[in-house]
Nanobody, 120 residues
Framework: VQVMESGGGSVQAGGSLTISCVVS????????YGWFRQTPGSDHEFVFV??????????VYADSVKGRFTISRDNAKDTLYLQMNGLTREDTGVYYC????????????WGQGTQVTVSS
């Protein structure tokens, strides 16, 4: 399984950003997927952000992002998305996608991630 995250960047607090993850080497539409992040001060821990069922019909969010972030997927494009609104400095970090054992446990090795930096 290979993943390629993209779409990160720098944004001011209160702004929005959408990141993407293209998955290859697996039947993407048959698996649940999620987003995780490493933030400054997290000691390189991968922290759960959100996950979505294989068919897109259910999702789970960390309390810290609930109401601000939306996870979605396009199985025809083998792509996972994370729309992030109302960004705060606490959202700064490197974001990774991964297959999940529902709903919060990552199961594969990690990709290179995409950097999101929020400034005030």
């Amino acid at each position: 399984v290979q993943v390629m995250e993209s779409g990160g960047g720098s944004v001011q607090a209160g702004g929005s950003l959408t990141i993407s993850c293209v998955v290859s080497g697996i039947n993407f539409g048959g698996w649940n997927y999620g987003w995780f992040r490493q933030t400054p001060g997290s000691d390189h821990e991968f922290v759960f952000v959100a996950s979505i069922l294989y068919d897109g019909k259910g999702s789970v969010y960390a309390d810290s992002v609930k109401g601000r972030f939306t996870i979605s997927r396009d199985n025809a494009k083998d792509t996972l998305y994370l729309q992030m609104n109302g960004l705060t400095r606490e959202d700064t970090g490197v974001y990774y996608c991964n297959r999940v054992n529902w709903p919060r446990s990552a199961r594969d090795s990690w990709g290179q991630g995409t950097q999101v930096t929020v400034s005030s």
